[in-house]
């Protein structure tokens, strides 16, 4: 996982009809990358990443920021 966050920019997480957006490094960093994984301790689905920027979990608002 950490090798994945030191390949990105930007971090987006999403669930319901919220999403948050981080810096790879502060969330490197932080206790909120726990936000990424499911119970099975795996990523969240759907999990898709554009050049340097990861997007986790889904949350239409947030498909729609990046994705236009």
Do not use: H, W
Not at 7 to 22: A, L, T
Not at 26 to 53: C, H, I, V, W, Y
Request: glycine fraction near 10%.
């Amino acid at each position: 996982m950490e090798a994945l966050l030191a390949e990105v920019d930007v971090v987006f997480i999403g669930r319901g009809k919220k999403f948050q957006k981080f810096p790879s490094k502060e969330l490197q960093m932080s206790e909120e990358k726990k936000k990424m994984f499911g119970p099975t301790g795996n990523l969240r689905a759907p999990s898709l990443r554009l050049g340097r920027t990861l997007m986790v979990g889904f949350c239409s608002a947030m498909y729609e920021e990046v994705l236009g």
